[in-house]
């Protein structure tokens, strides 16, 4: 259950690579379809914002003259996995947005970090 009515202001994007304070009155991450107002075209809903995403990807340098044009996989090994997008602890205009790739060891637990289900 995510504890509601915060009054704390949260950094967010403006779209425009500025940063602003805004509240979306939720203390820590936002329940699943708190913001059904903001569905894509397709329906799709929470792909920004509340958790870093894990992948099932190993990180490596990407290169697009390299890797597929859709899901690249990356190495087979390595010490780091991607995470994706950014969380409710981001703070640089860059990590706001789900198109963001960084990485970190997989052993690594956080509140701001999780992962998508999907079907």
């Known amino acids: 259950m995510c504890p509601v009515a915060s009054t704390e202001l949260y950094v967010a ?12 009155t939720f203390v820590h991450t936002a329940p699943v379809g708190a913001f ?3 569905a894509g075209p397709f329906g799709h809903l929470d792909l920004a914002g509340n958790v870093w995403e ?3 990807d190993w990180y490596g340098a990407f290169s ?6 859709e899901s690249p996989s990356g190495p087979q090994a ?3 996995r991607v995470r994706r997008g950014g969380g409710w602890l981001s703070t640089a205009p860059d990590e ?3 198109a963001h790739r960084s990485s970190l060891r997989p052993d690594v637990q956080g ?4 992962f998508r289900c999907a079907r």
């Open 54 to 56: 894990w992948t099932a």
């Open 96 to 98: 706001l947005r789900g």
């Open 13 to 24: 994007s403006t779209g425009s690579g500025a940063l602003t304070s805004v509240s979306d």
């Open 111 to 114: 509140p701001d970090l999780g």
């Open 36 to 38: 059904a107002q903001t």
């Open 78 to 80: 390595g010490s780091q």
């Open 64 to 69: 697009e003259a390299s890797e597929p044009l």
